[in-house]
């Protein structure tokens, strides 16, 4: 099976070292935010300047490049949002992953030619729903983290739009694009960029009943391949560098492989980052309440995440040499 034909390795980046590390392990592509618009608020995120240099890297190795513009967008924000989006495009971004169903259908009218992609926030839990935003101008949809092997595997097939699954990275104790608890709580709204994680913190009796563990679905990667899954996402914008290429290694030998994790992998991952190991409940439709747990300190001590160098190989470049007699020597850049 050629590499074409599996699914694409999207990495997160929220920063541009975090942007070369998810290039130096074999992402196909990058996902990152600009300043604002973008739901990961509290990452180190890029500036214009840095936008345009993370694009002309990832397409010098072959990576394609998406943008985060996936909060809500007032009235008053759409200008600001437009000129932003305007800014990406013309920096020649891949596509941009986007929330706001009235904001994506300004952008299908202002840049028709730049390829949108659902954002998780949309909530896309059925086929209907599926292609509802198919018809919105979406090309690709990102069906809920809270669904089961057999609700993905029938939006794939019947909802006629590109596929993109989480598949590994923190979950959110609501749905996704629905939780409102840091908003009531704090004042921080999940769905603006800026959510403080209250489910992450004990309860009075020192327990943690909202707190998931990170899903981890490296044992399922050939169910993926066999449902023509088009890309497969891993969460992780506020993340370190050195979390991303580790993790990001581990899924690019198991697609190239084309297999799942063996235990061994499954130990790594959970050395890199885990929350008292990883939970598969909404896939294999098995919600209890082992799907709840802390990072620990046991987790933290047991981390193999370090500040190793991470170093970006050559690019890759082919020469033609063409040479005639009687003619000038030619010498092109492929």
């Given amino acids: 099976m050629p590499k074409s034909s599996l699914p694409e390795l999207l990495a997160p ?10 290039i130096a392990a074999g992402a196909d592509a990058v996902y990152f935010g600009g300043g604002s618009f973008n739901a990961r608020m509290r ?10 240099k993370a694009i002309k890297l990832c397409h010098a190795y072959g990576v394609k490049a998406y ?13 600001g949002f437009l000129a932003a989006a305007q800014k990406a495009y013309l920096a020649g971004v891949d596509a941009l992953i ?14 028709p030619d730049l390829p949108l992609h659902a954002s998780t926030q949309c909530s896309a839990h059925n086929v209907a729903g599926a292609k509802a935003l198919k018809a919105g101008g979406f090309c690709r949809v990102v069906p809920a983290r809270e669904l089961a092997r057999e609700d993905i595997a029938a939006i794939k097939k019947e909802s006629g739009a590109e596929i993109e699954i989480f598949i590994h990275g923190a979950l959110c104790v609501s ?15 999940g769905n603006r960029g800026e959510c403080a994680q209250p489910c992450r913190l004990p309860d009075a009796k020192g327990n943690y009943p909202l707190s998931l563990k990170d899903l981890c679905l490296a044992r399922e990667i050939p169910f993926f391949i066999e449902n023509g899954i088009d890309s497969l996402k891993i969460e992780g914008r506020l993340k370190s560098a050195q979390y991303v290429y580790e993790v990001v290694s581990v899924y690019r030998r198991l697609l190239d492989e084309r297999r799942g994790a063996n235990d061994r992998e499954m130990a ?3 050395a890199i980052f885990s929350r008292s190991g990883f939970t598969d409940g909404y896939f294999q439709k098995k919600i209890d309440r082992k799907m709840l747990g802390i990072r620990t300190e046991a987790d933290k001590q047991q981390s193999t995440t370090g500040n190793k160098e991470i170093q970006l190989p050559p690019v890759p470049i082919a020469l033609r040499f063409l040479m005639k007699a009687g003619e000038p020597v030619s010498l092109s850049l492929q």
């Fill in 13 to 22: 980046a929220g920063s541009p070292e975090a942007l070369r590390a998810a």
């Fill in 43 to 52: 990452a180190q995120n890029f500036t214009d300047a840095d936008v345009e």
């Fill in 67 to 79: 943008m985060t513009f996936n909060t809500l967008v007032t009235d008053r924000e759409l200008p």
């Fill in 98 to 111: 986007v929330a706001d169903r009235g904001a994506a259908e300004v952008l299908c009218h202002a840049l």
């Fill in 175 to 189: 749905h996704s694009g629905q939780c409102l608890f840091s908003s009531l709580v704090g004042g921080r709204s």
């Fill in 268 to 270: 790594k991952l959970a």
